[in-house]
């Protein structure tokens, strides 16, 4: 599912603003490549956890010359429901803000592969554009 809305989003954006957008296809280009300014391209992460979304543990290091990325930058984050086999899974959260390399904590361990972000980054940098509404 997260594969599918990386590709569905930027290539919907895509065709709809074909002068502005386009998803990027090489390592260096973010997700979503803003074509009149790349600083406006957008790194999209999404999870079926219920409320965060991870990372690579290189997004948590400090950028270099040989940094394939810019890490810092606008984050599209999505989180939807697990797959179930009686269930349609829904978007559950759509964020949206800039971060920082700074904002990701990468995992303690040497061989641990993945980051997560802090607390403050949900609460003070990624604006909630939706979330599905609680039922009873």
């Not at 957008?21 to 999404?46: P, Q, R």
């Not at 956890?49 to 810092?72: C, I, L, M, P």
Request: hydrophobic content about 30%; glycine content about 4%; overall charge positive.
């Amino acid at each position: 599912m997260s594969f599918l809305l990386h590709e569905l989003v930027a290539l919907n954006l895509e065709k709809r603003h074909p002068r502005t957008w386009k998803k990027g296809v090489t390592k260096s280009e973010k997700d979503l490549v803003c074509t009149k300014d790349n600083d406006f391209s957008v790194e999209i992460k999404a999870s079926s956890d219920k409320k965060q979304v991870f990372g690579n543990r290189s997004y948590a290091q400090e950028e270099s010359a040989t940094s394939q990325k810019v890490k810092s930058g606008y984050y599209l984050t999505i989180n939807f429901e697990k797959f179930t086999e009686n269930e349609k899974p829904e978007i559950t959260i759509i964020r949206f803000g800039f971060l920082e390399h700074t904002d990701w904590i990468g995992q303690a361990s040497q061989t641990g592969q993945q980051a997560r972000l802090s607390t403050e980054s949900y609460k003070y940098k990624l604006k909630v554009l939706y979330e599905k509404p609680k039922t009873k």
